[in-house]
């Protein structure tokens, strides 16, 4: 039920936050989790409170699942002061170090460098910490998605390498941008790097399978390589009207939806109609309130400009996430 509820909440939070986009309540860019929950959801759930989470742009998912609070992500998607980042990184960084939630980052693929060297730190000091680090088929083909790859490998770093899927980057089809075919997983293998793939529309087996990589890494067997089959329902950003992909495609995986598909499974023993529509309605109201929290929050002062930005002028010590 905890697993449908935090499903349920990133749905809606993401439905909420196209809606605010088209009422011009958050700007910028926006790129939506939408059919991609099961993944973020069974991956924090297996995790340890103290292992870091590196992402992707598409951050809101990984976030809340991780413990963010929805209040405070939505204000960051607004630009407000009380957002994560005090409303100066907006929807594509979200940040929480105490959650070990080590930032959502725009450039594709810049994530898996830093999240090689968090693992390797987490080496360094013998802390039987994992570092995850989400990244899209889009990644694949960056020279770092390699370097990463292979530094974690002849280090023995405890790094989960993690593909989300989705079989698009941006418009473009992942046939057409990576030469390895389709079990991309198979790409770990030129760097030894034991691999696998998950069902990433179904939170109970990427669940189990996380519980079962992580601990291999956490047990010091080296990095792992997880791909995770998965759809995007949205286009790739608000900007995008999805002109590229055919609507049968589309509803091939609509049909797999993880949201409904787990209700059905819980209806089927697990639970009851009236006890999860009180779970629904529950998130309702959380949503509700997070968007009232970002409508009544401050902008950040202007006086803040250069706070937290690496420019020189902010005194030591002064900076927030320190
Ligand atoms: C280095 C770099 N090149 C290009 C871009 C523009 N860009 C933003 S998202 C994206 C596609 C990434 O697709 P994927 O990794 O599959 O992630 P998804 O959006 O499917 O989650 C591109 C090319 C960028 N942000 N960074
Ligand atoms: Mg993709």
């Known amino acids: 039920m905890a697993l449908y509820r935090q499903m349920a909440l990133i749905r809606l939070f993401e439905e ?3 809606e605010m986009y088209t009422r011009g309540k958050i700007r910028g860019f926006l790129h939506l989790y939408i059919g991609e929950e099961a993944i973020a959801v069974g991956t924090m759930a297996a995790l340890d409170p103290t292992d870091y989470i590196v992402t992707h742009y598409r951050d809101h998912g990984h976030a809340i699942a991780r413990g963010l609070d929805p209040k ?15 409303g100066k990184a907006g929807s594509m960084h979200l940040f929480d170090p105490a959650k070990g939630f080590m930032g959502g980052y725009a450039i594709v693929g810049g994530q898996l460098p830093l999240a090689v060297g968090l693992a390797l730190a987490s080496h360094y000091l013998k802390e039987p910490r994992v570092t995850v680090v989400f990244f899209g088929d889009g ?14 490998a002849v280090w023995k770093l405890p790094v989960l390498f993690y593909l989300e899927n989705n079989l698009y980057g941006m418009g473009t089809h992942v046939d057409k941008t990576y030469a390895g075919g389709r079990d991309v997983f198979r790409a770990a293998a030129h760097y ?8 990433g529309m179904d939170v109970l087996a990427v669940y189990s399978a996380v519980k079962e990589v992580a601990a291999k890494v956490r047990g010091g067997e080296g990095p792992f390589f997880l791909e995770a089959l998965t759809y995007r329902f949205r286009g790739h950003s ?27 499974y819980l209806l089927d023993g697990v639970a009851t109609e009236a006890e999860l529509r009180r779970v ?12 009232a929290f970002a409508d009544s929050s401050p902008l950040p002062d202007p006086s803040e400009l250069y706070r937290d930005v690496e420019d020189g002028r902010e005194a030591p010590g002064e ?4």
């Open 16 to 18: 909420k936050s196209a």
């Open 72 to 86: 405070a992500v939505m204000a960051e998607l607004y630009g407000r002061a009380t957002g994560t980042s005090c």
């Open 139 to 152: 990644a694949l083909n960056q020279g770092e998605f390699h370097e990463a790859l292979n530094l974690a």
């Open 192 to 199: 030894r790097i034991p691999a696998r793939q998950v069902d």
């Open 238 to 264: 608000m900007a995008d009207p999805i002109h590229y992909r055919d609507a049968e495609e589309l509803q091939v995986w609509e049909k797999r939806d993880p949201v409904p598909v787990f209700r059905a």
């Open 280 to 291: 629904e309605q529950d998130v309702e109201q959380e949503v509700e309130a997070a968007v």
């Open 319 to 322: 900076r927030r996430h320190a």
